[in-house]
T-cell receptor, first 114, second 115 residues
């Protein structure tokens, strides 16, 4: 069974204090790993898709990396507006019987204090 | 591009009534729509998958007769919560399939409160 575990559940940072969020996964065959940002009362907003180990993607203060077992979302010099819940999801490869279904973790709630 | 419009954003209904939630793909054709529900501090739980012109596929434990899904066109999918009860109160979100380069776009969500 495909599983996604995110840690920590919650993270408080001071503005400018860099840190990383973790997403550990088990999947029969990885087609893609997705990172989303979710603000309270809103649907998830797409950030990145990673497809293979060693791949990295960046967007402003965020950088996502991928290994065969986990992904990290690195936040450099965060600002209060980066406060949100960050969700990780995996999609299994169609060769392994997967479809477009995504399996989500519970998320990491990030709070950045000014 | 790849915008999914979800309505309503919030709805309060009385126990026993039905509520319809709509998801429209505005600038692309969504052949597949996924419906999720999310409880506080929990991950998104897939309820069902709808494909245009065919019956929806429900996840184990989801009542088909309670959560009616219709995907009559390539731009509109609806979820109807029938005979709603307070335990159905949750955040419902749709996600369009088939647009991988946009990371599978989500709707903005519907907060349902049953009183």
């Amino acid at each position: 069974e495909d599983q996604v575990t995110q840690s920590p559940e919650a993270l408080r940072l001071q503005e400018g204090e860099s840190s990383s969020l973790n997403c550990s996964y088990t999947v029969s065959g990885l087609r893609g790993l997705f990172w989303y940002r979710q603000d309270p009362g809103k649907g998830p907003e797409f950030l990145f898709t990673l497809y293979s180990a060693g791949e990295e993607k960046e967007k402003e203060r965020l950088k996502a990396t991928l290994t065969k077992k986990e992904s990290f979302l690195h936040i450099t010099a965060p600002k209060p507006e980066d406060s949100a819940t960050y969700l990780c999801a995996v999609q299994a490869s169609p060769l392994q019987g997967g479809s477009e279904k995504l399996v989500f973790g519970k998320g990491t709630k990030l709070t950045v204090n000014p | 591009g790849a915008v999914v419009s979800q309505h309503p954003s919030r709805v309060i209904c009385k126990s026993g009534t039905s509520v319809k939630i709509e998801c429209r793909s505005l600038d692309f054709q969504a052949t597949t729509m996924f419906w999720y529900r999310q409880f506080p501090k929990q991950s998104l739980m897939l309820m069902a998958t709808s494909n245009e012109g065919s019956k929806a596929t429900y996840e184990q434990g989801v009542e088909k007769d309670k959560f009616l899904i219709n995907h009559a066109s390539l731009t509109l999918s609806t979820l109807t919560v029938t005979s709603a009860h307070p335990e159905d109160s949750s955040f419902y979100i749709c996600r369009a399939g088939g647009v991988a380069r946009y990371g599978y776009t989500f709707g903005s969500g519907t907060r349902l409160t049953v009183v």
